[in-house]
């Protein structure tokens, strides 16, 4: 895991041992006023880092106007899969926001932290903003990629990430089947063949979201990048509008980030109160306007419309309509020896 920081921060993952013992030195600490603080620790997933940048000095704000209480969080980010196997090996973590409920179903499952329940604790399944995949091209499109289609055409390369470690990897890969089933009439047998032909078109597979934008943004590797929506708009600002652009397929999936309290956790480190308070701010409508600002898809209408972000038309499907939900989805396609394996097996003949 690497602490939080900007869109430039490339290269810290390796000092996260030592910063999470810091973090932990941090919480017993009180402010030069005297006044005791809480901190939270928020273990995320890469294309956060923005997000909670925002969200949690206004959290802050809004919690000592609420409780009358001075709150820090500490950020915690790399691949969705790599972040919650952390977790479960006993890295230090108040919440957990990750790219996808089967991730925190894992943290449930083998650490006893939360229950299996979690997802009925807040709104929405406990997801309080929403996002898709898209594609981002270089200027001018020049491979002329306009949908799904366009990324099996002969010399094009396309970047992702692994859906191994990466949460963003598994919407995108899940996104690349459902609609691959969409256009073939449900064939199971032409979905296959178009997800294990796409990922002939993928040199490389880095670890998480961020990795795979810094390998097509900085490093000019690949035609086209998969990448969640907010991830792509965070690109285009990066690297100049002189450089790429964001081109969205007509299908694609409902991507649903969710957030959960380790309440075992939190029992333990006296944070409980403040971590409820945390993820129950994301839904509110200033963090609800935060959330659209950074180009995350908000529940709430209304704090969409006020926040001035369009966001682009789209058919969305979801993964309990296309795969029966994630546990499903997870055992079929990215368990060992599952669906994604058994292509990277293929692909090395």
Partial sequence: MSTSGSFRFWGMAGLAVILMGIAATLVACKPANGRQETTLRNVSYDPTRELYD?????????????AGEDVKVLMYHGGSGKQARAVIDGAKADVVTL?????????????????????????SNSAPYTSTIVFVVRKGNPKGIKDWEDLIKPGVEVITPDPKSSGGA??????????????????????????????KHVPVLDSGARASTVTFGKRQQGDVL????????????????????????????????????????????GTTKAAKAYL??????????????????????????????????????????????????????????????????????
């Fill in 170 to 199: 598994r919407w995108a890969y899940l996104a690349a089947w459902g609609q691959a089933l969409k256009a073939n009439g449900n064939d199971e047998g032409k979905a296959r063949g178009y997800v294990a032909e796409l990922y």
């Fill in 99 to 123: 790219a996808l409920a089967g991730d925190i179903d894992s943290i449930a499952e083998k650490s006893g932290l939360l229950p299996a329940e979690w997802q009925t604790k807040l709104p």
């Fill in 280 to 349: 129950e701010f994301l839904y509110t409508p200033e963090a609800q306007g935060i959330i659209a600002k950074n180009h995350y898809r908000p529940r709430d209408a209304e704090a969409a419309k006020k926040s001035g972000v369009e966001f682009a038309q789209v058919e969305l499907f979801t993964i309990n309509d296309v795969f029966g939900g994630w546990a499903k989805a997870q055992s079929v396609h990215f368990a060992d020896k599952g669906v994604f394996d058994q292509f990277m097996t293929e692909a090395k003949k």
């Fill in 54 to 66: 925002a969200i949690n000095p206004a959290f802050a704000r809004h919690y000592k106007e609420t």
């Fill in 226 to 269: 998969l990448s969640w929506e907010n991830e792509a708009y965070l690109a285009v600002q990066e690297f100049g509008e002189a450089q790429l652009e964001i081109v969205t397929p007509a299908v694609s999936i409902l991507a649903e980030p969710s957030v959960a309290v380790l309440e075992k956790a939190t029992e333990k480190n």
